[in-house]
């Protein structure tokens, strides 16, 4: 409470600010779970850790995570977990379980532990970054993710026009933001150490599923077998984690999380949506941003 006091914080929505924080801009549940998360956190070797840009689909690659990593104990039938509950409850953010009270909670699966956070790189606590944990980052075209992300914050309640949370994402000021930022951590870290971070996009995932799952498995250690895909275990995988099929789902229309209500994480799920929100030059705005940022990087979003 002492800290948010000082620091500089922008309305959200409601009565929620955002604080910013070494150069990011925090929820203000995120503020007091890194603070807890940097302080006591311990990563193992055997972590799995997603860490995504809020909005880039990380309810999709939770429930693709888990349903690989577990496979041998929840083989996809009709008692898969992904059925009765939200890829959420099931991969939980490292924001929300960590408090001084409870630093190391089991969330094990035959792999070791699956947790996910929208931190960016600098936050981390230094045992993610020391350890053998391996992290799975994925982010998404930012104009895509800011459409995502406004369609989510008027949901939660917030009343700026579109135009008005345009300008501030623009700024930097969005959660775990500024988006670019966040995303150019994340890939540096990727190139210099490929074996600790994979680095994936929503297209890329999207247009060749198949592709990218079999990449994520062998990176989390749990490649797929030549029997596995000729049982047809790849397309099972992605129909069990299809929006469509987790859109549909009982427990996904009607329960919560801590942040929100299931159904607020599904939306469209499709590529290129900006274009029916950004009228005249926004598109342009955000893309001379991320030439700017990304300018020498080798990176495109
Ligand atoms: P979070 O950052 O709050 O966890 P996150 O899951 O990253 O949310 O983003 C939600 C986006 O992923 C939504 O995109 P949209 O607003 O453009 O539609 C949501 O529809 C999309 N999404 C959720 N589940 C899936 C899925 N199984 N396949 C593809 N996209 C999905």
Redesign the pocket.
């Known amino acids: 409470k002492n800290l948010l006091s000082t620091l500089p914080r922008e309305r959200w929505f409601g009565s929620s600010y955002l604080y910013k924080y070494n150069g990011f801009w925090l929820g203000p549940k995120g503020m007091p779970g890194l603070i807890a998360c940097q302080n006591h956190f311990q990563a193992r070797d055997t972590d799995f850790l997603l860490i995504?840009t809020?909005?880039?689909?990380?309810?999709?690659l939770k429930?693709l995570m888990f349903t690989l990593a577990n496979r041998k104990i929840y083989p996809i039938n009709q008692n898969h977990p992904l059925l009765k509950q939200n890829p959420?409850s099931l991969v939980p953010f490292m924001e929300f379980f960590c408090s001084p009270e409870k630093m190391n909670p089991d969330f094990s699966c035959p792999l070791g532990r699956l947790y996910s956070t929208?931190y960016p790189l600098a936050l981390l606590p230094e045992s993610v970054l020391n350890s053998g944990c391996k992290i799975v980052y994925l982010c998404r075209n930012i104009k895509?993710t800011f459409?995502?992300y406004w369609?989510?914050s008027k949901k939660l309640g917030a009343e700026a026009s579109l135009e008005e949370f345009f300008d501030m994402f623009c700024e930097g000021v969005s959660l775990s933001g500024p988006v670019w930022d966040h995303v150019l951590g994340y890939w540096r870290e990727s190139l210099e150490k490929p074996e600790k971070v994979l680095f994936l996009k929503?297209e890329a995932l999207?247009e060749k599923p198949s592709f990218h799952l079999k990449l994520l498995a062998e990176f989390m250690g749990c490649p797929i077998s030549p029997e596995e895909e000729t049982c047809g275990f790849v397309d099972e995988v992605l129909g069990l984690?299809?929006?469509d099929n987790?859109?549909n789902l009982e427990v996904n229309k009607s329960g919560t999380q801590p942040?929100?209500r299931n159904e607020m994480?599904?939306?469209?799920?499709?590529v290129g949506?900006w274009k029916n929100y950004l009228i005249g030059e926004m598109g342009e705005r955000i893309d001379h941003i991320t030439a700017q940022k990304f300018f020498g990087s080798g990176l495109s979003l």
């Open positions: 995504t809020p909005k880039s689909g990380t309810t999709w429930a959420h929208h895509d459409v995502s369609h989510f929503f999207q984690c299809s929006f987790l859109s942040t929100a994480f599904f939306r469209k799920g499709k949506d």
